[in-house]
Antibody, heavy 121, light 110 residues
């Protein structure tokens, strides 16, 4: 069974950094495009960025470009979201998800349960 | 790029059909057949219910159907049931290689 489990969310202060993890099981992470999606309290879903399977290149949404980095550790079959210079607007539930894996391109088929990040002084 | 436009809320009675809209531009919804729809019950992970405009993943009820005309995609829920009450988001690939979501539509079953 394909499964994703996020962890690492917690309360941090503005300007601090935080790394979220997404452990994958049931498939090999570097065979799939993977995306991060977030949902701020009372708001809708927002795409954060992706890492592609071949070459591991990344794309990011404009709001987080230059602050957030998506990393992948193939030996651990784990995806990471490195978040730097956090702002209060980054407070959200963060989900990792497969993008197009064993289903149509750019469809987010498998989701983790999410991890909560709160940025507050 | 701006988010896709969805109505904030749609309601219907049990057994009825409702249609949710998702409006974008030529650079996203209208330019690619990579439109998806997600059902989200609060506190749970979102669930993919339609991909590539019209396709249903295995296990998704055939009461859900998708379509597209120009820059507007639509999700129809037929035979509305209590468990359909949720937030629904459309998503689309865009020409700048990013994914866009709509603001979401809250579906209420009367």
């Amino acid at each position: 069974e394909v499964q994703l489990v996020e962890s690492g969310g917690r309360l941090v202060k503005p300007g601090e950094s935080l790394r979220l993890s997404c452990a994958a099981s049931g498939f090999t992470l570097n065979n799939a495009w993977m995306s991060w999606v977030r949902q701020a309290p009372g708001k809708g879903l927002e795409w954060v960025g992706r890492v592609k399977s071949v070459g591991g290149t990344t794309d990011n949404a404009a709001l987080v470009k230059g602050r957030f980095i998506i990393l992948r550790d193939d030996s651990r079959n784990t995806l990471y979201l490195q978040m730097n210079n956090l702002k209060s607007d980054d407070s959200a539930v963060y989900y990792c998800t497969t993008e197009g894996y064993e289903i149509g391109y750019h469809a987010l088929a498998v989701w983790g349960q999410g991890t909560t990040v709160t940025v507050s002084s | 790029q701006s988010a896709l436009t969805q109505p904030a809320s749609v309601s219907g009675s049990r057994g009825q059909s409702i249609t949710l809209s998702c409006t974008g531009t030529n650079s996203d919804v209208g330019g690619f057949d990579y439109v998806s729809w997600y059902q989200h019950h609060p506190g749970e992970a979102p669930k993919l219910i339609i991909y590539h405009v019209t396709n249903r993943p295995s296990g998704v009820s055939n009461r859900f159907s998708g379509s597209k005309s120009g820059n507007t995609a639509s999700l129809t829920i037929s035979g509305l049931q209590a468990e359909d009450e949720a937030d629904y988001y459309c998503g689309s690939y865009s020409s700048s290689s990013i994914l866009l979501f709509g603001g979401g539509t809250r579906v209420t079953v009367l």
